[in-house]
């Protein structure tokens, strides 16, 4: 009984979201370091498809030192059907 008064939520509250933003990468400063946040294996859920079987990160494109960096997201169920497509 006296460890659940002292147990509450909003005693609770700072270590519960800490742990739920472990789970995502910090916040980066540049296109370049997300592309390499995403592509880090322990990141995965957050590009994740709703149903789990496939991830939306496709990759990064370009040239960082040139200002054409990009990223590209797309899952592999898109990038198939897109192969025999005409137009985007």
Same mark, same amino acid.
């Given at each position: 009984? #006296?460890?659940? *008064?002292?147990?509450?939520? &909003?005693?609770?509250?700072?270590?519960?979201? #800490?742990?739920? =933003?472990? !789970?995502?990468?910090?916040?980066? &400063?540049? =296109?370049?370091?997300?592309?390499? &946040? =995403? *592509? $880090?294996?322990?990141?995965?859920?957050?590009?994740?498809?709703?149903?789990?079987?496939?991830?939306?990160?496709?990759?990064? !494109?370009?040239?960082?030192?040139?200002?054409?960096?990009?990223?590209?997201?797309?899952? $592999?169920? =898109?990038?198939? $059907?897109?192969?025999? &497509?005409?137009?985007?």
């Amino acid at each position: 009984m #006296e460890a659940r *008064s002292r147990m509450t939520v &909003a005693r609770m509250r700072t270590t519960m979201r #800490e742990e739920r =933003l472990g !789970c995502f990468p910090d916040i980066p &400063a540049t =296109l370049f370091h997300l592309g390499l &946040a =995403l *592509s $880090q294996p322990e990141y995965a859920n957050v590009t994740a498809t709703i149903d789990g079987q496939d991830n939306i990160f496709a990759g990064t !494109c370009g040239d960082f030192a040139a200002g054409t960096l990009s990223i590209v997201f797309m899952s $592999q169920r =898109l990038s198939f $059907q897109l192969q025999n &497509a005409k137009q985007v």
